[in-house]
């Protein structure tokens, strides 16, 4: 249902961009959660299909989600990446009154 992509090895203060597509009808709900070693996981950014925001005090300012729903897709622009943004990062879709899907998962390692 969700395939995700864009994870990689970037040096501190680097980019990378995510992106994850779904198949199916829209999603009221599309985004991204991450889970470091040993923590557990947690909300990054989501957005609404009518194009609200949430996003995750630490990466306020530095990442931007962003979607297009003709494309059943979402983008997680990731700036000024710290080595604590180190995770695997899920793209995660919800449907009204549905249980949510998750996404396989990818790896971003922000290390010199």
């Known amino acids: 249902q969700l395939q995700a992509s864009g994870g990689g090895l970037v040096q501190p203060g680097g980019s990378l961009r995510l992106s994850c597509t779904a198949s199916?009808?829209?999603?009221?709900?599309m985004g991204w959660y991450r889970q470091a070693p040993g923590k557990q996981r947690e909300l990054v950014a989501i957005t609404t299909s009518g194009g609200s925001t949430n996003y995750a005090d630490s990466v306020k300012g530095r990442f931007t989600i962003s979607r297009d729903n003709a494309k059943n897709t979402v983008y997680l622009q990731m700036n000024s990446l710290k080595p604590e943004d180190t995770a695997v990062y899920y793209c995660?879709?919800?449907?009204?009154?549905?249980?949510?899907?998750w996404g396989q998962g990818t790896l971003v390692t922000v290390s010199s």
């Open positions: 199916g009808s829209i999603f009221t709900i």
């Open positions: 995660y879709a919800k449907r009204s009154l549905r249980a949510p899907y």
